[in-house]
């Protein structure tokens, strides 16, 4: 469990290959960290002027680490 840049809580895990996040009732699931993630919690409605770069690169990095941890 951790929380996303804008204070939500974020419960991920891993079963069987298969990558699990769970934000505020949305639930993605994929076989990278980094897919399950960005489908649990961004928003995928158009909206002007925003950018969910920042967002991604949090996303890839909390990927990178929990990844890393699944292999020990």
């Known amino acids: 469990m951790t929380y996303t840049p804008d204070g939500r809580?974020?419960?991920i895990e891993v079963a069987g290959g298969t990558w699990t996040?769970?934000?505020d009732g949305v639930t993605g699931e994929a076989t990278s960290a980094a897919e399950a993630i960005a489908a649990a919690i961004i928003d995928d409605t158009p909206a002007i002027g925003r950018?969910?770069?920042g967002l991604r690169?949090?996303?890839e990095t909390q990927a990178?680490?929990?990844e890393t941890e699944a292999a020990l």
Do not use: E, K, M
């Open 51 to 53: 950018n969910d770069f």
């Open 64 to 66: 990178t680490r929990l």
């Open 57 to 59: 690169v949090w996303i």
């Open 21 to 23: 996040a769970t934000c």
């Open 9 to 11: 809580q974020l419960d």
